[in-house]
């Protein structure tokens, strides 16, 4: 059964600081892996999405990684801006799929 | 902790039939559940938002008279796929929010999912 762990499960930095959110999951059989963003009360927002064969994903000021082998992926947040704060999701796709519990981030100005 | 389910885990169907997938909160009451679906190779995508005992709010693209929700209890909402076509297969996900907008314990927990294929 596929396990996700998201690491911090809270997260509080000052605007301009670079940061990282880890996701890590047990079974690496996987289609793929998407980090997401949920603002209160919301439904998810995608963020980045990476195929199985995929080392990695970059969408503006977002930089995702992911090594299947060790089960791990990273999401990178550059110089980090108060409309960051949300909690981040990463789900992992097999034959069903998982979610970690988030990490909710706080970005103070 | 919270856990939800959905019903069916997968279905295949003829074209032009229509196909009902259950979310149910089993030990929670949701009084906000969201759908998605991810079309193959795709980021997984909100389709609408439902709200027990009114109308959905269904995302921009998302035909709200195709993709029918209905919520009618606090521990169950629906999504039909009305005459479901080849290009409506799709993985369907739901969630159900635990907790009151933007408190600390506004959570989604989120079901399994169902893989709908339409031949």
């Known amino acids: 059964k596929q396990e996700v762990t998201q690491i911090p499960a809270a997260l509080s930095v000052p605007e301009g600081e670079n940061l990282v959110l880890n996701c890590s999951f047990t079974?690496?059989?996987?289609?793929?892996l998407q980090w997401f963003r949920q603002d209160p009360g919301k439904g998810l927002t995608s963020l980045l999405l990476?195929?199985?064969?995929?080392r990695e994903q970059t969408s503006g000021r977002l930089n995702a990684s992911l090594d299947k082998s060790s089960g791990r992926s990273t999401l990178y947040i550059a110089a980090s801006q108060p409309g960051d704060s949300a909690t981040y999701l990463c789900?992992?796709?097999?034959?069903?799929?998982?979610f970690g519990a988030g990490t909710r981030l706080t970005v103070k100005p | 902790g919270a856990v939800v389910s959905q019903h069916p885990s997968w279905v295949i169907c003829k074209s032009g039939t229509s196909v009902k997938i259950e979310c149910r909160s089993l030990?929670?009451?949701?009084?906000?559940m969201f759908w998605y679906r991810q079309f193959p190779k795709q980021s997984l995508m909100l389709m609408a938002t439902?709200?027990?005992?009114?109308?959905?709010?269904?995302e921009q693209g998302v035909e709200k008279d195709k993709f029918l929700i209905n919520h009618a209890s606090l521990t169950l909402s629906t999504l039909t796929v009305t005459s479901a076509h080849p290009e409506d297969s799709s993985f369907y996900i739901c969630?159900?929010?635990?907790?009151?907008?933007?408190?600390?314990?506004?959570?989604?927990?989120f079901g399994p999912g169902t893989r709908l294929t339409v031949l």
């Open positions: 789900a992992v796709r097999g034959n069903d799929m998982r």
């Open positions: 439902s709200n027990e005992g009114s109308k959905a709010t269904y």
């Open positions: 990476i195929q199985s064969s995929q």
């Open positions: 969630s159900a929010r635990l907790g009151y907008s933007g408190g600390a314990t506004d959570t989604q927990y």
């Open positions: 079974d690496s059989a996987i289609y793929n």
């Open positions: 030990d929670f009451q949701a009084t906000t």
